[in-house]
């Protein structure tokens, strides 16, 4: 029997139906593998048990024939296997809860695996954004936020631009297709940005009156 966690949700990956006037015009998620390799050090914990592995090969073929120094580094393989696929599980999890929601006005990211919650970044919040390209066509697009607007780092990890600790930087991770949505967002930002926002001013006598 099928199961959808989310099946909750009006509208997939976010919380609430849409506004009037505004309309989604990207939807995506993580790649699994890259996020296991650029978010979680896969190739890192690879690279450590496999040195780990060659050490106990070396060392043991100091005393035992070659043979047997091989299987004594069989526990190191096994180990490291394990270890490689708990990682990537936790990739799998992470990629298959999150969703990243581009519309004619904001970036939502409804992120987490264990505790769910959904980031909306309105372009106005938005200063900058930085696109980091990998082979193959994905990447991951980081973005700046400007004012007061803080995020706590370790609350959004893994969704978050690598060591902006202090300013953290929400990004879109391992995203297939990066150069496209970044130019999705940059045409969406633009618009939204160069659209005169109304706000309600007091007038001197306590009247409110609309200005621009």
């Known amino acids: 029997m099928s199961h959808d966690d989310f099946k909750f949700e009006p509208v ?49 073929a100091l005393d035992f024939p070659l043979s047997e120094a091989l299987v004594h580094a069989v526990p190191f393989v096994v180990l490291g296997v394990l270890t490689c ?9 992470q990629a298959k809860a999150t969703v990243y929601t581009l519309t004619n006005k904001r970036v939502a990211m409804r992120i987490g695996a264990a505790l769910t919650m959904t980031l909306n970044l309105p372009y106005t919040w ?17 973005f700046e936020l400007i004012g007061q607007t803080r995020l706590s780092y370790l609350m959004t990890w893994p969704h978050v631009r690598p060591w902006r600790m202090a300013r953290t930087q929400p990004a879109l991770r ?16 633009e618009t939204r940005i160069s659209q ?17």
């Open 85 to 93: 696929a708990i990682i990537y599980i936790i990739a799998w999890v």
């Open 12 to 60: 997939r990956g976010l919380p609430e139906t849409l506004p009037e006037g505004e309309h989604i015009l990207w939807q995506g998620s993580p790649l699994p593998g890259r996020l296991a390799r650029e978010a979680l050090g896969l190739r890192w914990v690879a690279g450590y048990f496999a040195l780990l592995t060659l050490w106990r090969v070396v060392m043991s």
């Open 196 to 212: 005169p926002q109304v706000t309600r001013a007091a007038n001197t006598d306590g009247t409110a009156v609309a200005a621009e």
């Open 174 to 189: 391992c995203i297939p297709d990066a150069e496209k949505v970044a130019r999705i967002f940059a045409e969406a930002a």
């Open 126 to 142: 938005i200063g900058n954004a930085q696109l980091d390209l990998r082979q193959g066509g994905s990447g991951t697009i980081a």
